[in-house]
Structure formats: structure tokens, C-alpha cells
């Protein structure tokens, strides 16, 4: 395939990936001169003309969608019978990558992803479409730790045909991230997604999926009639609020867990410690407009209220200060005119007129002479 043009606009440049359904190329938009991905429908679904039908509608139905943490389709196409996506390049790995690599994540970066997801889930299910493969395989995280959520209804990696109360069904999706419903042959709901984010959550937090079993089909039941180990007793770091969003995302019945992927959020984000680290991620751009952490709008809510609350001390303090002046200067003023020294006058007894006027003299004093005569 490498080389190959698709529809005079499209150049397969190298293959990224496969899954159960398509091949994934990076190609070339000769047109408008940037990368693309290029997913390919393989060989054998080319037959099935309902799965194509089924394909090329939920292709054009998310094109519509626009959001930062979903993966654009900008184009969808056929060749002859090669049936084809073209998408965003995003530049990154995906999620179940970073976890054979890591094994299990930060909590605080856990809980950012998810967040994540929910925003697109949110988005999504507005428009009425429902994703029925969360998985971390269809996360990619790209350097400056977005999330991008991909493959929309479209590329599900298993196909799966199990014995259901109703009879033999054949279920679209991933044994372990497959909700009871979709086991039951139910159609994919947006609560159908949430049962998947949760399980998605749990394996980033603990490195595991809550179920596991030698063959799909015994793992698929296992949704339907076993409950997860708490993750918290995988990995005790996880918190106890933590670990009720991921429990209650999980419930067996959906009405049972979130009502949207919104009010799910807004759980995971009263998990996350009251802490400015803890509630962004922290992009390579530090200078990058970004939402205020609780804390921060906290400290600013805090500052106002003590600069409103210290007004009337301050007004106090300048009526004490002035008082201060006012007496201290009422005490300067009374100590100055009449708190008068001690002055001791010599004695002149017996002394001359001019004795008398030395001794006066050396001590500042004022005198006048007054002469009298006596017959």
C-alpha cells in the first residue's frame, strides 16, 4: 500500500497499526499539504455490504462532531473495493501503550485522562452517537498529555459470537470492556460507554482489567454475573471516592450508574485534591490559557474577603492612631507650659546690690531693683 494515492488526494506513507477490522497508515493530504491517517477496511468485511452500509454511515455521522479530545474525520472515501477513513494525525501513542509501558498511572493522571474522555463522551452523546468500543487502544495520549478519543462505532477489534438468554447474538466490541447490556445483545448505549470508561479507569489505576478468563466468551460473562475486586485493594493508593466512581460507573445495571458522562465528571473531580498540580494538566507551554484550579479561585475568593473584612480595622486603627497623636500631643503641650521645673533662688541675705545681681546673673534669673529708704 505504500505509495498508493486514494481519490487523487491521499498518499499512504507507512503503516501505523492494525486492527480486527482495518489496517491504520499515515499518509499525506497532497491537497492542503499535511498528515493524515488513513484507515483502510480490510479485505474480508469488503463483502459484508450491510457492515459497509454500517460504516460509511457512522463515518459521516462523526465527521460532524468537533471537540479537542475527539480524533476528526475529515474525509470518507472508496477506491475500487478498498473503503476507506481519512482522520486527524495525532502525534502520540495510544493509552494501552503507555500501560504495558508503565504498568498503571499517577492518580491525579488517571483522573485527568478520564476527565478527558468524558468531555468527548459528553459531546458525543449530544449528538446522539454512542462510541460501543471505549478502550484504552482507542485513547491516544499525545506529548503534552491530551487525551484524543478515536474510533467511533467504527473499528471494533473483536467480533464475538456468544449463546445470550435471547439466543445466539453477535456482539460488536472488546470482551473485557464490554458492558452487561452489549453481552445481553442489547444495543450500545451512552451508559454503554460509561461502563467501558470505568473499566478503562480501573486498569489505569491498578494495571489490570476487573475480569480475566482463558477464552472472550467466559470473560464477557463475567460482566454479566461477577463483581469487580475493588480496585483500592490492588492498589492501595487509590481513594475511597476514587473508587466509588469507578464502582458506580461499573454497576451491572445501567440505571444504576451516571446518568451522563457529565455527571460523571463531576465526580471524578471531587476526587482530585484541592490543589492547583492536581486539577490541570500542565502543558509544555506554561503560559498557555488554562482553567483556575479551585484552589486558586479559592485563595483569590479568601484574599477579597479579608481585604473587605479588614477595611473596618483599618478605619479603626486610623481613628486609635489619631487619638495617639492628639494626646501625645496634648501631653507635650501640657508638660511644656505647665509642668514648670524647680528653680532654686540663691540666697541674698546680707548681700550687696552687686552680689546680689552675680549670683542672679549666673543662673539666668530676672530680677528688677527696687530701692526703698526708711527715716
Known amino acids: 500500500m505504500t505509495g498508493k494515492i486514494l481519490g487523487n488526494r491521499y498518499e499512504i506513507l507507512e503503516q501505523?497499526?492494525?486492527?480486527?477490522?482495518?489496517?491504520?497508515?499515515?499518509?499525506?493530504?497532497?491537497?492542503?499539504?499535511?498528515?493524515?491517517?488513513?484507515?483502510?477496511?480490510?479485505s474480508e468485511f469488503t463483502s459484508d455490504q450491510d457492515f459497509i452500509r454500517r460504516f460509511q454511515q457512522e463515518a459521516r455521522a462523526?465527521?460532524?462532531?468537533?471537540?479537542?479530545?475527539?480524533?476528526?474525520?475529515?474525509?470518507?472515501?472508496q477506491e475500487d473495493d478498498i473503503y476507506y477513513l481519512i482522520?486527524?494525525?495525532?502525534?502520540?501513542?495510544?493509552?494501552?501503550?503507555?500501560?504495558?509501558?508503565?504498568?498503571?498511572?499517577?492518580?491525579?493522571?488517571?483522573?485527568?485522562?478520564?476527565?478527558q474522555v468524558c468531555a468527548a463522551l459528553e459531546h458525543a452523546h449530544e449528538n446522539n452517537?454512542?462510541?460501543?468500543?471505549?478502550?484504552?487502544?482507542?485513547?491516544?495520549?499525545?506529548?503534552?498529555?491530551k487525551a484524543k478519543l478515536t474510533d467511533f462505532g467504527i473499528a471494533h477489534d473483536i467480533t464475538t459470537t456468544i449463546v445470550t438468554p435471547t439466543g445466539k447474538e453477535t456482539i460488536m466490541g472488546t470482551a473485557h470492556y464490554l458492558s452487561p447490556e452489549q453481552v445481553r445483545g442489547e444495543p450500545a448505549t451512552p451508559k454503554s460507554d460509561l461502563y467501558a470508561l470505568g473499566v478503562t479507569l480501573y486498569e489505569m489505576l491498578t494495571g489490570k482489567v476487573p475480569y480475566t478468563s482463558d477464552n472472550l466468551i467466559a470473560v464477557a460473562v463475567k460482566h454479566l454475573q461477577d463483581e469487580p475486586l475493588p480496585p483500592s485493594q490492588i492498589n492501595p493508593?487509590?481513594?475511597?471516592?476514587?473508587?466509588?466512581?469507578?464502582?458506580?460507573?461499573?454497576?451491572?445495571?445501567?440505571?444504576?450508574?451516571?446518568?451522563?458522562?457529565?455527571e460523571m465528571a463531576l465526580y471524578l473531580a471531587k476526587t482530585l485534591p484541592d490543589s492547583e498540580e492536581?486539577?490541570?494538566?500542565?502543558?509544555?507551554?506554561?503560559?498557555?490559557?488554562?482553567?483556575?484550579s479551585p484552589q486558586l479561585n479559592k485563595t483569590k475568593r479568601d484574599l477579597k474577603a479579608k481585604t473587605k473584612n479588614s477595611r473596618p480595622i483599618l478605619r479603626w486603627l486610623a481613628v486609635i492612631f489619631t487619638l495617639i497623636v492628639l494626646l501625645g500631643g496634648g501631653a507635650y503641650a501640657f508638660n511644656r507650659y505647665f509642668n514648670v521645673p524647680e528653680i532654686k533662688v540663691p540666697d541674698l541675705k546680707n548681700k550687696n546690690l552687686q552680689?546680689?545681681?552675680?549670683?542672679?546673673?549666673?543662673?539666668?534669673l530676672q530680677y528688677t531693683v527696687r530701692q526703698e529708704y526708711n527715716d
Do not use: C, W
Not at 482495518?22 to 499535511?34: E, I, M, S, T
Not at 468500543?133 to 503534552?144: A, E, G, Q, S, V
Open 237 to 262: 493508593l487509590v481513594n475511597f471516592q476514587l473508587e466509588q466512581v469507578i464502582l458506580q460507573a461499573m454497576e451491572k445495571d445501567p440505571a444504576r450508574r451516571f446518568s451522563s458522562a457529565k
Open 16 to 42: 501505523l497499526g492494525s486492527g480486527g477490522t482495518a489496517l491504520v497508515y499515515k499518509g499525506q493530504d497532497k491537497l492542503l499539504h499535511r498528515l493524515v491517517t488513513i484507515k483502510i477496511l480490510r
Open 62 to 77: 462523526v465527521a460532524r462532531l468537533s471537540h479537542p479530545n475527539i480524533v476528526n474525520i475529515y474525509d470518507v472515501g
Open 355 to 364: 552680689e546680689a545681681a552675680t549670683l542672679l546673673n549666673e543662673r539666668d
Open 278 to 292: 492536581a486539577t490541570r494538566l500542565i502543558p509544555k507551554d506554561e503560559f498557555a490559557t488554562r482553567l483556575l
Open 129 to 145: 452517537i454512542v462510541h460501543q468500543d471505549i478502550k484504552p487502544h482507542n485513547i491516544l495520549i499525545t506529548p503534552n498529555g
Open 87 to 115: 482522520m486527524e494525525y495525532v502525534n502520540g501513542e495510544d493509552l494501552k501503550t503507555v500501560l504495558k509501558r508503565e504498568e498503571s498511572l499517577p492518580f491525579y493522571q488517571a483522573v485527568q485522562i478520564a476527565l
